[in-house]
Every structure is written in structure tokens, then in C-alpha cells.
């Protein structure tokens, strides 16, 4: 039994608007770039239109400043810190006053932001290019415009009901998942409707209107070798292509099935820790109904979370959006029992704050900022021309159980006679390792033969957590148990703050032999994979 992150690196779908988010980035910083099967597939599941405003607009305003200044590209980190900075500043001003205005006590108000504001996932994913955290703003003000327009008996709230619309549409458009969050909250809409018609045709219409206008930009997106009215004989509904690809089951198997229980006894724990234990025992500790659970924030949530989980594929960060709005319903007063329970709130959060904000996975940026540097020193060494040559060499980048590797921050420096070539292997077998690595890696003869004609044998590179003891066997020196195989790994880099939580297997290591796998030899590693024995 292996214990799940909030993110799955074997799943090669997530974190999709990253993937996105590197399309745009590869084509207005030239940077390499590279789409998934999610976008390349037949029938595309993935939407652009909600992501050219959150993303496009302000990387091509981070590309017309440096090109004011005479440079033509900004470098790659400081896209990838532009971009985790638009985050923040979304997930600072819309989250916080989207509860801000969801709380109708002005007493409790402050108290509640700061609480949302102290959950790890709130700055930790928030701040991420995940499409889940832009689907937990726009569930909040989907919320704050319905209550917005119940609460004005006086007015048909026609600007309020056409931004519900585009959030509405903006929301189906980015996850598929939206509208079970918005579905019971928008009954409370039924009743405006009847006595205000002209709501009801406002929202319709414009709902119609931003519907066809993103179905018309994707159209656009995916047949950009096709004339736009040619396009639109057969258009691309993004939306309900992911729907009909989440309700086969055989898909679904492909990234992991869950049993049904999974989001409630699993998932929504890890998300809220302490504060979700106080709201289980508040229900059998009472004889009424709790107060949160009367609040349609809450039901909200709880009605997404049994709706989600009738798909055997469950995700934590398929909740995302549950945390603001169970967190927001929490009342603490000034007893010893909300004293207990902000120390034990301060303590999971930082703890999961800093364990998954700092240590999973995080040693791939730096490894790929670093890439370059770590391949152009290697050619001191031997295989690669020096900088300045007029070869071009050719390297192979292998990453082996991480997250997949963001390529566009390799950048485009053109002045490194240097050709790399990222392959993500995810969690394949060691075995299947072995086998590539021997395909990729040329042999003493082949070596020697592609030297003597004046040609640049090709590098291959390692890019691996430490916990990977497979690895062991082929870590130079050789131990004298090693694999028959001449394959030799020398180690050029290494970050100390990565652990990969993926690796857990309690049920075949054992607990204690486990964490002091993965914690004992947390780090990633750089390994240069090479023939020993060879000159």
C-alpha cells in the first residue's frame, strides 16, 4: 500500500495547465516546449480559453518590458518566478476577499481570513499554476456573485448576472469539476429567476455568448492550420470531450482507481487537517445540526466532494476548492478548546507547509536551472564540445521518478553549442531504465569510432532522487555486487531539500524501513551515465 501526495507524479495529466502554461511560454519566449497527449489527442480535454488572460497577458507584458530594454528574453527563473507571483497576488486579493465577503458577521471576518490565509494549501498550491487553484477562486465567486444577486430583492442585477455567467463558463472551460461545486448554491437562484425573468434571460444569454466564444478560440487553438471557417464545421468542445473521456472507467484506470470513500476518509484530511476533525466531531457531538453545516459554503463543499466521489479516480487537489470554504465556516472563540486547536493548526500546517512546499519534489527547478551548467562542465571532462566549439553535441537528460521536468527552463541560450534532450520516464521499472540507458549510452568501440572520424559521441545524464537504491549498483565506484552490465553512474550534482513522497510503499518495505529510505536519503541527484572501463 503506498501512501499518495496531493500530486501523482505517474500520473501524466496533472498539473495540466502547467503544461499549457509551457505552450505559452515556448512560443513567446522561444523557449523548448513540448504539449501532452491531452492536447495532441484526437479529441483535445484540455481548454486554452481560460488560461490567455490568467497567463498569456502578463508573460507578453514580462516580453514587451525586457524588449524595451534592449534584451530580447527574460531569463528563464525569472518567468518562472513571474509567473508563481501572479498566483500569489490572485490567490492575496481575489481569495481573501472572496471570503472576506462570504462571511456575513463582520466579527468573525478577520479571524476567518487569517485562517484561510495560515492553511498550507493555501500558500503552498495557491500560488501554484495549477488549473485546481484557479478553480478554487472562481468557485468562491461564483459564490459571492449568487449571494450578491439573492440579496438584491430591489434590482435584476444584470452586470452581477453576466459576470456570473463568464465565471460559469470561464470555470466548465478550465476543470470539468466546477459545476459540481456550484450546482446546489445555484438553486438558491431559482426563486430571483421567477421574480426577475430578465435575470434569468441575462445570464442565459450571456452564458450562450462566452460559451460559443470559447469553444470559438479553442476551434481556433487546435486547427491553426485550418481557415477559422473551415474549423468551425467540426468544432472542438473541449468540456464535453473531458467529460466523455472521466466517465469511461478504462481511462480512468490509466492514472489510478480509488475506492469511493477515498475524497472524505483520505483526501479531505489531508487538506484540512485539525480543522476537519473539529467539524466531525461537532456533528456527533451535538444533537442539532451544526452551525457550518447549515451554511451553504459547506454544503457546497460536501456536495462536490460526494459528487466527485462517485469517479473511482480521486485526487486531493480534485478538493481544492473545499478548503476555503469548510475553513470559513470554523468559529473560534476564546476557550481552551480553540486555543488547543490553533496550536495544532499552526503545527500541521507548518509541518505540511513546509514538506510539501520545500522538500517534494523540490529539487527539479533547480536541477533544470542548473542543467545547463552541470552539461557544460561535464565537457571538461570529455564527451561534449567546450564552449565555443564549432560542434554541435548532443545530450540525453533521463528523469526518473520525479515530476515531470518543466523544459522551457532550459531557455534558449543559443550561444551553448549544446543540444538537450529531456525525457521524462516518470516511474518506470528499473529494469526499463537499464534498457534505455544501454540503448542511449555508446559503448567504448562506439566511442572510440565517433571521436576518430571527428564527431561528438552523444551524453547521457541521470536525473534521480537519492532514495532510488536501484541506482546503487551502477553508482561508481562499482560495488562488487554490481549488475554484469558495464553501466557506470558518477554523480556531478546534488539538492539536498527533495524528497520523494511517491516512493512511499509501507505495505512491501515496512514503515520504519521506509521513511528512513526516503527521509535518511532524501536529495535529488545528477548522475552521468557512462561505459566503465572507457577512456
Known sequence: MSAKPLVDINNPSLLWSRTLTVHFIGRIFSYPSQLTWEFTADKPIRSFFPLWPTYEVPMNLLKWFYTETGTPNPPPQLVYYALRGVMFLFSFVLEDWAVYELVPLPRHRRATVVLVASSYVTWTYQTHTFSNSLETLLVAWNLVLIRRIIE?????????????????VVGVFNRITFPAFVLVPGLQLLPHFWRRPFSFLTVVGFGLLFFCLAVLVDTAFYNQSAPLWEALDDPIITPLNNLLYNTNQSNLALHGLHPRYHHFLVNLPQLLGPAYIVMILSVFNLSAVPFWLRDMRAISAISATALLSI????????????????????????????????????????????????????????????????ISASACGSDLAPIGSHHKASATVLWWKTYSPPRWLLGNDSTLPLDIRTRDLMGMPGSELVTELNELVPSCQEKEKAEGHGLIPPSVFVVAPKSATFLDRYVAPLPSSSDPSDLELQELWYWSNHLNLDDLDFGTDGILPTLGRVIGRRGLAVWKARRSGCA
Open 152 to 168: 438584491n430583492k430591489r434590482h435584476s442585477s444584470i452586470f452581477s448576472c453576466a459576470v456570473l455567467s463568464l465565471i460559469a
Open 311 to 374: 469517479f473511482p479516480h480521486q485526487e486531493p487537489r480534485f478538493l481544492l476548492p473545499c478548503v476555503p470554504l469548510l475553513i470559513s465556516c470554523l468559529r473560534l472563540r476564546n476557550t481552551r478548546k480553540s486555543r488547543l486547536f490553533l496550536v495544532t493548526w499552526m503545527i500541521f500546517n507548518a509541518t505540511l507547509g513546509f514538506l510539501m512546499g520545500v522538500y517534494h519534489q523540490g529539487g527539479v527547478v533547480p536541477a533544470q536551472l542548473a542543467m545547463r551548467s552541470i
